[in-house]
């Protein structure tokens, strides 16, 4: 079964020329779309509303089904799988979450293990581990019903119930779409060093472009009618817009969003040998964002960074080298 | 067979039905000034209003027949039991509407009116009411259509109106034109709501603000 | 008039009127008993308010009510789910305009053609009340199956639930509320209309009545009326805490 084109032992997700045209409706809402996702990789698709980023992610499960094309899912096309069993194999989050409002929190954890024939004990106990997983006291929220929760607690629940069977994927559509910015940034924080542990392949979608630089490993912005405008890491997107498209939907500032997406290691061949600049320097660690070094610079009024390399070797940046990192392409690693 | 039988029958089924389209629009002319009054004097008694409708909506749970017999010993037969018992259970949708309507309009739009000095009176009568008047309506068109039915039973304290073909059709069981009388009774009935309803949609076209059409 | 009692049901569901109900029906009925044993009766009189007599008709009035809301549930809720079913819903939407429409038909007048057209007694006055009362359950089940949230079927399919899991454990969980209201009108109206299958020799609360109209014995009338509110109120007041015990934690 990996006769399909493009598609190596590390693809998880292929969509091969997928197109989707909703019944009585002019144009395609995706219209031959291509892409590859590999296993692992924490993919965000975005762009303007009404692009076709849900329909794309909907046809992942099959919630949706393609009007042409295929869809690979772990070197499987998804057409030739049972639906419902397909589905139990993909976590899926989505904005207006979907608890179920009858059933406790435990008990809307553990819907899929019970799909799947898991017995009682084995998922209670797991959805004590996945709610501790998601930052929920279980003895406080387990006996809950959703309405008792907040917005952001609700979405943390969203999550566990995803990821209760351990799929080897999430599908989130604007998961964090509808908490308050607060509670929606130490969502995501959260949830990207949860994923730093479990490793999962997620396809998240948004229209929030800051939200996609955050957290995707790659991004795929979308243009009108799905056209996919580009397809490559927060860096290269910042660095290297493919076109005006997407130049102007990453937008203002993207110069310094750059700067919390490059390491002061990355930037480390602006720097020199640190002689007299001792008084005026702050210590930062080389895995510190640009951004935050320069925050600590500017607070401490201090001239520039000394940088202490693996060796030992104690470099300085100045802090004018520091602003043009936001300027000028660096040649990163990522 | 109905139709010789409506044919032959034609004035008199006619005039029940006028009858019966006068007693119900009797009835519910009753129910709408106790309906809207009941909720302008709670307007500022919350809890009377609640207990209000609780009372007047517990009345809809009382079979119709029970209601119109215990008239008979206070009012006798006729027309007054049956309007009165009528009225009585046009109460609650226009109680009910009319609070709804009233609650809904716009707090800002209040505040306007005391800003430019309307007094509490004047405010109600040429502001609120004309605001709350389509969701009103409703209700007492809701209550009008309920209550065609309903008086139907009037006919068992010698009511007025369509119900007296029905029970006539009852009482002639196997007999020749026993179906034909209840059936025009029943047609008769619907056709009465099929017209009141019709005026109201007319009523409401008349009387809604220009500004409220949606 | 069904559609006015689903909204009489929010404001009389408050918990003042469940405290009262019971003791304004304990007194109609402690009324009634204390008012036949105290006032001269004549022999007629006398004859219609035997206890027994009384009590039959009021079970025979009980039956009625029961088995016919019983049949109305059997066969409105599976009706009212099948209506909702992808292919049958355009089917289930003219259904509900006609069934809204019948609204406007009378009682008595369904009760009267169907004995006319099939004769009299306890189950023609069943399919009476079944053909009355069907429509608020239809109606509610339907609605209620169609107010469940959309996100929460889309997370239930999301998740690998089959189209029949759906309904077992979203659709008709949620639906009940809705579908408990319906119920209870479907009740309340058969309560009333009950008590008009006097005329077609079903028996019931309303014999007492009519033979208190017939014979001009106002004692008789009365009696017949008052217990027949007090059963309308202690049904209603009975299916309201039902409608509260049944209802979902969580909703
Ligand atoms: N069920 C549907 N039926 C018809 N058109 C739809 C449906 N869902 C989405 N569309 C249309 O398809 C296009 C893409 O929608 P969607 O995938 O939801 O976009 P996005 O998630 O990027 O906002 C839009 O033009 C939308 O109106
Ligand atoms: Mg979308």
């Known amino acids: ?334 | 067979m109905l139709l010789t039988y409506l044919a032959d029958n034609a004035l008199r089924i006619l005039f029940l039905a006028q009858q019966h389209a006068e007693l119900v629009l009797i009835s519910v002319g009753i129910s709408t000034v106790l309906g809207i009054g009941l909720a302008l004097l709670s307007e500022s008694a919350p809890r009377l209003r609640q207990a209000l409708l609780s009372v007047s909506g517990t009345f809809l749970t009382i079979p119709s027949f029970a209601l119109f017999a215990l008239m008979i010993p206070i009012l006798g037969l006729g027309v007054a039991p049956t309007i009165v018992a009528l009225a009585i259970y046009g109460i609650f949708p226009i109680l009910r509407n009319t609070v709804t309507g009233l609650e809904g309009v716009d707090a800002a739009v209040i505040d306007a009116a005391k800003g430019v000095g309307m007094g509490g009176g004047r405010r109600m009568l040429t502001v609120v009411l004309p605001l709350a008047w389509p969701i009103i309506l409703n209700g007492i068109r809701t209550a009008t259509i309920m209550l065609v039915a309903t008086a139907a039973i009037g006919a068992v304290v010698r009511g007025p109106g369509l119900g007296e073909l029905i029970f006539r059709g009852l009482a002639r069981i196997g007999g020749a034109n026993a179906l034909n009388e209840a059936l025009s009774g029943v047609i008769g009935v619907v056709l009465v709501a099929l017209v009141l309803d019709l005026l109201f949609i007319l009523i409401a076209k008349m009387t809604t603000l220009r500004g409220l059409h949606v | 008039m069904s559609s006015v009692i689903i909204a009489r049901r929010s404001v009389s569901s408050d918990r003042a009127s469940v405290g009262i109900l019971p003791a304004i029906v304990a007194a109609l009925v402690v009324g009634v008993f204390v008012y036949i044993r105290v006032i001269p009766l004549d022999s007629i009189e006398a004859r219609s308010l035997e206890v027994p007599l009384i009590l039959n008709a009021v079970w025979e009035h009980i039956q009625l009510v029961l088995v016919s809301t019983l049949l109305t549930i059997t066969i409105g809720v599976p009706l009212g789910v099948a209506l909702t079913r992808k292919g049958a819903r355009r089917i289930g939407g003219l259904i509900l305009v006609g069934a809204n429409a019948g609204q406007a038909i009378p009682s008595i007048g369904v009760l009267v053609l169907l004995a006319i057209l099939f004769g009299v007694g306890f189950w023609m006055a069943v399919i009476a009340l079944l053909v009355y009362a069907l429509l608020p359950v239809l109606r509610n089940t339907m609605v209620g199956i169609q107010q469940v949230d959309r996100a929460v079927i889309d997370a239930g399919r999301g998740m690998g639930m089959s189209t029949r899991q759906i309904l077992s454990t979203i659709e008709l969980p949620l639906s009940i509320p809705v579908m408990l209201a319906g119920i209870r009108v479907a009740l309340i109206l058969n309560v009333g209309v009950a008590t008009l299958a006097a005329f077609t020799n079903a028996g019931g609360l309303g014999s007492i009545i009519s033979a208190g109209i017939a014979l001009n014995r106002m004692p008789v009338l009365l009696v017949g009326s008052v217990l027949t509110i007090a059963l309308a109120l202690s049904i209603d007041w009975l299916a309201g805490i039902a409608e509260r015990l049944l209802r979902p934690r969580g909703i």
């Open chain 1, 1 to 334: 079964m990996s006769d399909q084109p493009g598609c190596g032992p590390d693809t998880m997700i292929f969509l091969d020329r997928v197109s989707k045209r909703y019944p009585d409706q002019p144009h395609d809402a995706v219209a031959s779309l291509s892409m590859e996702i590999k296993r692992g990789e924490f993919v965000v698709l975005v762009g303007p509303s009404g692009c076709g980023k849900t329909t794309t992610l909907r046809m992942m499960n099959r919630l949706v089904e393609p009007s042409d094309g295929r869809i690979w899912i772990d070197g499987k096309d998804v057409t030739h799988v049972d639906v419902d069993h397909l589905r139990r194999g993909i976590g899926y989050v989505i904005q207006q979450i979907g608890l179920l409002p009858h059933l406790t929190i435990a008990e809307n954890v553990s819907l899929v293990p019970k799909l799947l024939g898991t017995n009682k004990v084995k998922r209670l106990r797991r959805a004590d581990e996945l709610l501790d997983m998601v930052g929920l006291e279980p003895s406080t929220f387990a006996a809950r019903y959703p309405r008792q929760l907040s917005g952001g607690q609700q979405q943390r629940v969203g999550v566990a119930r995803a990821l209760a069977a351990d799929p080897p994927i999430m599908l989130m559509d604007e998961p964090f779409g509808a908490v308050d910015p607060i509670a929606r940034e130490k969502l995501q924080m959260e949830f990207l060093s949860l994923q730093r542990q479990i490793r999962k392949t997620i396809v998240l979608v948004t229209h929030d472009i800051d939200e996609a630089l955050l957290l995707g490993d790659r991004i795929a912005i979308f243009g009108e009618g799905s056209r996919l405008a580009q397809f490559d890491t927060p860096l290269k997107i910042l660095t290297n817009p493919a076109d005006d498209f997407v130049r102007d939907f990453v937008g203002a500032g993207a110069a310094v969003r750059r700067l919390s997406l490059l390491t002061v290691g990355d930037v480390i061949d602006r720097s020199t040998p640190l002689q007299d600049y001792l008084q005026s320097t702050v210590d930062i660690h080389p895995e510190e964002s640009v951004h935050r070094a320069l925050e600590q610079v500017l607070a401490a009024h201090a001239q520039g960074i000394a940088v202490t390399l693996p060796g030992a070797d104690v470099r300085f940046i100045a802090l004018q080298d520091l602003l043009m990192a936001a300027a000028q392409p660096t040649v990163a690693t990522s």
